[in-house]
């Protein structure tokens, strides 16, 4: 057999590999982000601009016989006469839930100012009194806080006669608790700051540092507070009135009439359900994403986060 190899074998050269690097890529997307963040929150705007334009307006132009009935026009579809139809006394479907969202949002901002007034000034004079005022006032909020705020919301409005004031007292009554959270925690954070010991240590008074320089500087998160209180108030209010201790049955509010509704929805007829649900969701989620654009502007550090 011939002899094949041609020379002596050479072992072949060790490949050596250089060790990969592990170094970070950052990929910014804070223009994709920015852009999102910007029609969001156009885009709620428009819808606020909206609603607060026909709860404004459509009163002036078609006021609202809260008693009328028409028989002959009951339960009719959605049709160009009727862009909602008609409910099941035969009144126009669109111009009340124009009108009940109207109560809806009445009930909501004046609940909502209120429970921030009352949830900053306990809030603020629990942190910065500190000591056992700190405590006592925090065990009544843990108190409050740990019955559930419709229990304690019926419990409030059966004491009334049905009617939009009621309802406005017991849903501020039960909403002021987190905002005395946030608005404590906020003031001890103010109080390690270098500027309030520079203002007590050059005499000023503990209700001068609390007026000049703890409630300013809370003022923007209670403010969030409250337009995040806003629409929290209106499904409140629409709870109660939907369980039949808000406002009068025969006066237009979106739980009064998604509680008239549920006898057509067994019956097949969707629009007198849907639309005042729909009435009560959309500016929800307008008022949210104003928040939402609004708690990222106030706080850089979670904004710069969301912008990586």
């Excluded at 994403?289 to 106030?298: F, T, V």
């Amino acid at each position: 057999m011939a002899d094949t190899t041609t020379g002596p074998v050479t072992a072949a050269a060790p490949v050596t590999r250089e060790p990969a690097t592990t170094k970070p890529v950052w990929r910014s997307h804070g223009r994709t982000r920015r852009s999102t963040r910007t029609v969001r929150v156009r885009t709620s705007a428009a819808l606020v601009a909206v609603v607060a334009l026909a709860v404004l307006v459509v009163p002036l132009l078609a006021p609202l016989d809260q008693q009328a009935v028409d028989l002959a026009r009951k339960l009719q579809p959605p049709s160009l006469a009727h862009p909602f139809g008609t409910d099941d006394v035969g009144r126009d479907l669109l111009l009340r839930c124009v009108y009940g969202l109207r109560v809806s949002l009445l009930v909501g901002l004046v609940a909502a100012l209120v429970a921030t007034v009352i949830g900053t000034a306990v809030g603020a004079a629990a942190a910065a009194f500190g000591g056992w005022t700190d405590r006592i006032v925090m065990r009544l909020v843990d108190t409050f806080s740990s019955v559930p705020h419709l229990l304690l919301g019926i419990f409030i409005v059966a004491m009334f006669r049905p009617g939009v004031w009621p309802v406005i007292v017991s849903v501020a009554l039960t909403h002021w608790l987190s905002t005395a959270r946030i608005v404590r925690s906020e003031v001890l954070s103010l109080r390690a700051r270098p500027y309030i010991d520079a203002a007590i240590s050059g005499g000023a008074s503990r209700r001068r540092v609390i007026r000049r320089h703890l409630l300013p500087g809370v003022m923007p998160q209670a403010g969030l507070a409250a337009v995040l209180m806003v629409p929290h108030a209106m499904w409140h209010e629409s709870a109660l009135s939907f369980l039949g201790l808000g406002l009068p049955s025969h006066q237009a509010s979106l739980g009064n009439l998604v509680q008239t509704a549920r006898g057509s929805l067994l019956a097949g007829d969707w629009w007198p359900t849907l639309f005042p649900g729909l009435f009560l969701i959309v500016p929800t989620l307008a008022l949210a994403g104003l928040a939402g654009a609004w708690r990222e502007r106030i706080n850089p550090r979670r904004r710069s986060e969301l912008m990586l």
